[in-house]
């Protein structure tokens, strides 16, 4: 047996499903997940030693590569400093400076330990702000596993076929109003009926958690413009799309100011951490200025931060985003030069670092709908022939992939070198 195979099965004993995340366990392309030791730039090794070039990157956060020494050495001083104290510290404030400074829109922002925690605060600061109770979401978007979003969402839960958890009461998902994502008529159609029960719509601006799907003109301005005649507050769960797509975003990308953003991932540079933020009349609710509770031990954890600002550095750098999403799209347009080769019908999207591919024979990809008519079988044959031979995708046909600026050119026609020879063995 290899040291994955000994280390699942022995993780299997203690640990549910053998893992800390369901994602991670293969479901969605068979066989057994692989166990990693250490990364590098843009590669992992594995417990066998085995050495991948990675398009997971932690799923987001690693967009300056593994092991970047000025995030490893901004880590290692706070931790010299003390790991926690459970009390202000100076940290916080330059990282509350900073984000505030990216999002023109955000007035305040108060930090947390995951995107799970950012979304599920922001939902109820919404609530709470609007004093309603009906939240609007989108088939295939994924913001995390608090409860009233649990529902037709995607990511781990699409993979494993329970989009509506278990364990959700119907008394919370009720409230949960699902639509179609880059539906504007549909949009229209329930605010038109509706409009003043809603609280908020929460939206992946670009999706990542059903394959990657970008917004169609017109989607993003049509939520702006229900929720300004409404009143209901403008979400923009920007997990995944914050510090990836552009510094400041999709909403700095495609110009849509939100009422609350929710970010993480790449804030945290590699620590656990998330934040929400967003219009100081809407902030102000949260306690202790407000009525709307909202806490955490380790938030805004000294270590967390000094990674997150060694990151928040690093991307800021004049050019960082214009040669990510070139390298994002020149792997995209590799990987179609070599389906193409092959007679393999595929289709590709992409949005600054991040890309999606899909085995299909639909020229645009943009409805989720669509991507669960993708040739499922076709992806998992790829998926391990790609593993087979080095590289590291996400496991899963509905998840976005990342590229990182630790791909060189190297890395970037390695892997389309090795896509030509898989894609004739499909
Ligand atoms: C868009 C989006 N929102 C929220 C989350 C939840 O973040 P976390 O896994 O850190 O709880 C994720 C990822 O998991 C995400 O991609
Ligand atoms: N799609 C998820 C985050 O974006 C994957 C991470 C996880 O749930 O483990």
């Known amino acids: 047996m290899s040291r994955s195979e000994t280390l699942f099965a022995a993780a299997k004993n203690h640990i549910p499903g053998g893992v800390n995340s369901p994602v991670r366990a293969f479901k969605g392309v068979g066989g057994d997940p692989i166990f990693f030791k250490s ?48 009390a202000p510290t100076a940290i916080e404030v330059e990282m509350a400076y900073k984000v505030c400074d990216i999002f023109p829109g955000m007035d305040m922002v108060r930090m947390v330990s995951s995107g799970t925690e950012a979304t599920m605060s922001a939902i109820r600061l919404a609530r709470g702000y609007t004093g309603r109770d009906k939240i609007v979401k989108f088939e295939g978007c994924y913001h995390g596993h608090a409860d009233s979003l649990l529902v037709k969402a ?64 017109g989607f993003l301005e049509c939520l702006r413009e ?28 495609y110009g849509i100011e939100p009422d609350l953003t929710t970010l993480g991932k790449v804030i945290g540079g590699g620590m656990p951490v998330g934040a929400f933020g967003g219009k100081k009349v809407i902030m102000d609710c949260i306690a202790p ?48 030069g070599a389906a193409d080769a092959a007679g393999i019908p595929f289709t590709t999207n992409q949005v600054g670092g991040m890309f999606g591919f899909f085995f299909s024979d639909e020229k645009a990809i943009n409805r989720f709908e669509q991507v669960t ?49 898989v894609m004739q063995q499909l």
């Open 39 to 86: 990364g590098k730039g843009a590669y992992l090794i594995d417990e066998d030693d085995r050495q991948y070039i990675d398009y997971v990157g932690s799923w987001g956060p690693m967009i300056l590569g593994h092991g970047n020494p000025a995030i490893i050495r901004a880590v290692q001083e706070a931790a010299e400093r003390g790991l926690s104290f459970g």
């Open 373 to 421: 008519r993708c040739n499922l079988e076709r992806f998992q044959k790829f998926y391990h022939l790609m593993l087979d031979n080095g590289v590291y995708l996400a496991p899963s046909a509905y998840e976005a992939g990342f590229v990182s600026s630790a791909h060189r050119d190297t890395e970037l026609e390695q892997t389309i070198n090795i896509a030509h020879k």
């Open 289 to 336: 200025t407000g009525p709307v509770y909202q806490a955490g031990t380790l938030s805004g954890n000294p270590v967390a931060m000094a990674a997150g600002l060694a990151m928040i550095d690093g991307v800021s750098t004049a050019g960082f985003y214009e040669s990510l999403s070139q390298k994002a799209a020149s792997l995209m347009q590799g990987l179609q």
């Open 226 to 253: 229900v929720c300004d005649q409404s009143g209901a507050v403008l979400i923009l769960d920007e997990v995944m799309t914050g510090f990836r797509v552009s510094l400041s975003g999709a909403q700095g990308y």
């Open 154 to 217: 995607g990511s781990g839960a699409l993979t494993l076929g329970v989009p509506n958890s278990p364990g959700v009461p119907a008394s919370v998902a009720e409230h949960t109003l699902t639509l179609e994502y880059n539906n504007s008529d549909q949009v229209r159609e329930l605010f038109n009926t509706i409009g003043g029960e809603i609280a908020c719509i929460i939206v992946e601006p670009v999706a990542g958690n059903m394959n990657c799907i970008p917004p169609v003109p």
